[in-house]
């Protein structure tokens, strides 16, 4: 017959696992200090190495965006506030306010053409355009993170992925996944018919048209009847390659 434990070797029992727990409290603040002292020594190169580097971190977008990976795995966005250490020593607070600001102007103003969603890249070509004569050439990632600053406006300013492009939304429309494949299948031309989405999505007649008309009065496309084969084009300039033309007439750079 087996004997049971009595309290004497309950309490043993409860001394020990006592013992474990203080040994593991003790060894997860001498591992959080360490960590501490390594992400301070971290901090304290990064912010010797961007003394030592301001020039190429404002004037070269690649060495840029390595700068702002380096700085997000210890912990630290230069772009927290246009005041303080950062905003003094490199100036890119600034730059992306300025960049932002600019951003906007042109999401403004081609609004009424691509109903608030524009291509990054018609977008980056755009913002090169009116920038071209600052001294900070910009790249698609400073491009990204200045949009990221501006979701505080709460405007609706968001990058949205369709397909293999990036699209900046810029109202708040909610896009479902078939707003999302019809623009995906327009990339290819920059327009669509119903027989098209029908056939290419395997979608009915009413779901085809139900979508596009959605789009059509959210501004995102546009109507073309004017061909002989009778065929409704719906053109989406925030996915054709003649947007960037028409873009930039309309922002009157």
């Not at 965006?65 to 630290?76: D, I, L, T």
């Not at 250490?85 to 600034?94: H, P, S, T, V």
């Given at each position: 017959m087996k004997r049971r434990v009595g309290i004497g070797g309950l309490q043993s029992s409860a001394?020990?696992?006592?013992?474990?727990?203080?040994?593991?409290?003790?060894?997860?603040?001498?591992?959080?200090?360490?960590?501490?002292?390594?992400?301070?020594?971290?901090?304290?190169?990064?912010?010797?190495?961007?003394?030592?580097?301001?020039?190429?971190i404002r004037?070269?977008?690649?060495?840029?965006?390595?700068?702002?990976?380096?700085?997000?795995?210890?912990?630290?966005?230069?772009?927290?506030?246009?005041?303080g250490?950062?905003?003094?020593?490199?100036?890119?607070?600034?730059f992306y306010y300025e960049l932002g600001v600019q951003i906007v102007e042109i999401c403004?103003?081609?609004?009424?053409?691509?109903?608030?969603?524009?291509?990054?890249?018609?977008?980056?070509?755009?913002?090169?355009?009116?920038?071209k004569n600052a001294r900070e050439p910009v790249s698609e990632d400073d491009c990204l993170r200045a949009i990221s600053k501006l979701k505080v406006l709460g405007s609706g300013f968001e990058v949205i992925?369709?397909?293999?492009?990036?699209?900046i939304r810029s109202v708040p429309t909610e896009l479902n996944k078939d707003h999302n494949a019809i623009l995906e299948l327009a990339q290819g031309q920059g327009f669509v018919t119903v027989e098209e989405v029908e056939s290419r999505l395997s979608w009915s007649a009413g779901r085809a048209i139900d979508a596009l008309d959605t789009l059509l009065e959210e501004g995102?496309?546009?109507?073309?009847?004017?061909?002989k084969d009778g065929k409704r084009r719906y053109w989406f300039l925030c996915v054709s390659s003649i947007s960037a033309v028409v873009g930039a007439d309309a922002i009157a750079i």
């Open positions: 001394a020990t696992r006592n013992q474990y727990r203080l040994i593991g409290e003790s060894l997860s603040v001498v591992k959080n200090d360490v960590m501490m002292a390594q992400l301070s020594t971290f901090r304290s190169q990064l912010e010797d190495f961007a003394r030592k580097h301001k020039n190429d004037k070269n977008p690649t060495f840029r965006a390595q700068f702002h990976e380096m700085c997000s795995k210890v912990g630290v966005d230069p772009l927290a506030s246009n005041k250490f950062w905003a003094e020593l490199l100036g890119i607070g600034d403004l103003a081609t609004r009424s053409l691509n109903g608030g969603l524009i291509n990054l890249q018609e977008l980056l070509d755009l913002l090169r355009l009116k920038r992925s369709v397909g293999k492009k990036k699209l995102l496309a546009m109507i073309d009847d004017g061909h």
